[in-house]
């Protein structure tokens, strides 16, 4: 099986032994006890380390994105072979990845479907990206602890910098020449210290967030290589499905609310029409037969002001206005 590029921290950590060999045994400046000791711990430190993060997030990260891969390239040959959609196919398998992390995420998409499809009047249904995403990706590795490792790298290399500094300084004589003289040796080996384990930090730190960008970038991609093959081959997305169901239920009961409304009217519409047929009452309380004057009818017309069958009729000031 494929394994991703976490491979390359353990042979990077046996090299680094073999430097840090080199420069305290094999450089001709002698053993330094202290030197030694300090180089055990933080390799014993860092190796931990590096074995917990293969064993615990990249590998089976990596298994599951080689399973994924292999998976993808199945479904397009099944569909190659069948021509439809696979999920009737697919929906009794319970081992489609043949890896036990994905599998089970599976295993709950289809109970969930199932358990939708049910209960829901409409045929509503779950996604699978509700199941295999990126923060599946996140929960398996191990994001969170595996992001701080490499500034936890770093500072063990400057702890040992400032080990290495106090044990320099500790014995370091300043009374008189030879004192300072006899002081130079420690000092210096306190300062290899200090710049040895700052560059084994700084190594494992930037190879180890290498590592770490790389495999969860390559899983991050065959996620979403997956998730667009299984939509394109299996089943598509449960997005687009479901609002579909939703705009046709709306739709449906717009027309049962439109149906129910114009049902409730019917009889106000009726009793409206029934009672505008009644003759029409003054303010008075008579009723009040309707006006035929407008209409030219049987009612005499009013006389014309100048009618010579007309009294004159008085002015202002109380006077006939007939004419003399």
Same mark, same amino acid.
């Given at each position: 099986?494929?394994?991703?590029?976490?491979?390359?921290?353990?042979?990077?950590?046996?090299?680094?032994?073999?430097?840090?060999?080199?420069?305290?045994?094999?450089?001709?400046?002698?053993?330094?006890?202290?030197?030694?000791?300090?180089?055990?711990?933080?390799?014993?430190?860092?190796?931990?380390?590096?074995?917990?993060?293969?064993?615990?997030?990249?590998?089976?990260?990596?298994?599951?994105?080689?399973?994924?891969?292999?998976?993808?390239?199945?479904? =397009?040959?099944?569909?190659?072979?069948?021509?439809?959609?696979?999920?009737?196919?697919?929906?009794?398998?319970?081992?489609?990845?043949?890896?036990?992390?994905?599998?089970?995420?599976?295993?709950?998409?289809?109970? =969930?479907?199932?358990?939708?499809?049910?209960?829901?009047?409409?045929?509503?249904?779950?996604?699978?990206?509700?199941?295999?995403?990126?923060?599946?990706?996140?929960?398996?590795?191990?994001?969170?602890?595996?992001?701080?490792?490499?500034?936890?790298?770093?500072?063990?290399?400057?702890?040992?910098?400032?080990?290495?500094?106090?044990?320099?300084?500790?014995?370091?004589?300043?009374?008189?020449?030879?004192?300072?003289?006899?002081?130079?040796?420690?000092?210096?080996?306190?300062?290899?210290?200090?710049?040895?384990?700052?560059?084994?930090?700084?190594?494992?730190?930037?190879?180890?967030?290498?590592?770490?960008?790389?495999?969860?970038?390559?899983?991050?991609?065959?996620?979403?290589?997956?998730?667009?093959?299984?939509?394109?081959?299996?089943?598509?997305?449960?997005?687009?499905?479901?609002?579909?169901?939703?705009?046709?239920?709306?739709?449906?009961?717009?027309?049962?609310?439109?149906?129910?409304?114009?049902?409730?009217?019917?009889?106000?519409?009726?009793?409206?029409?029934?009672?505008?047929?009644?003759?029409?009452?003054?303010?008075?309380?008579?009723?009040?037969?309707?006006?035929?004057?407008?209409?030219?009818?049987?009612?005499?017309?009013?006389?014309?002001?100048?009618?010579?069958?007309?009294?004159?009729?008085?002015?202002?000031?109380?006077?006939?206005?007939?004419?003399?």
């Amino acid at each position: 099986m494929k394994t991703g590029s976490e491979g390359i921290l353990l042979p990077v950590y046996f090299i680094m032994i073999g430097v840090a060999v080199c420069l305290n045994v094999f450089s001709g400046s002698g053993y330094d006890p202290v030197n030694i000791v300090v180089n055990i711990c933080m390799f014993l430190i860092i190796g931990c380390i590096i074995l917990w993060a293969n064993t615990r997030c990249f590998m089976p990260v990596s298994r599951m994105v080689a399973r994924m891969r292999y998976t993808i390239q199945t479904i =397009e040959i099944d569909f190659d072979k069948s021509e439809s959609y696979l999920w009737r196919k697919y929906k009794s398998k319970n081992k489609l990845f043949d890896n036990k992390l994905l599998d089970e995420r599976f295993n709950e998409y289809k109970l =969930e479907s199932m358990r939708m499809s049910i209960l829901s009047e409409h045929g509503l249904r779950c996604d699978i990206e509700d199941y295999i995403n990126e923060y599946f990706i996140d929960a398996t590795m191990k994001k969170g602890m595996l992001s701080i490792i490499p500034g936890v790298l770093t500072g063990l290399g400057i702890l040992g910098t400032f080990v290495g500094l106090s044990f320099g300084l500790q014995n370091f004589n300043t009374g008189t020449a030879a004192a300072i003289t006899n002081s130079i040796a420690p000092l210096m080996d306190g300062i290899k210290i200090a710049f040895h384990t700052s560059i084994y930090g700084m190594v494992f730190s930037l190879i180890f967030n290498f590592v770490y960008k790389k495999n969860l970038e390559d899983a991050y991609r065959t996620v979403d290589k997956f998730l667009e093959t299984y939509h394109k081959y299996v089943l598509p997305k449960a997005e687009s499905d479901n609002i579909q169901i939703l705009v046709n239920s709306i739709d449906a009961m717009g027309e049962k609310i439109a149906d129910c409304i114009a049902e409730a009217m019917q009889p106000a519409h009726h009793d409206y029409y029934e009672n505008n047929t009644e003759p029409d009452i003054d303010p008075y309380g008579n009723e009040s037969e309707p006006s035929m004057a407008t209409y030219g009818n049987d009612p005499e017309p009013a006389m014309a002001p100048y009618d010579n069958d007309s009294e004159p009729s008085a002015d202002l000031y109380g006077n006939d206005s007939g004419l003399e």
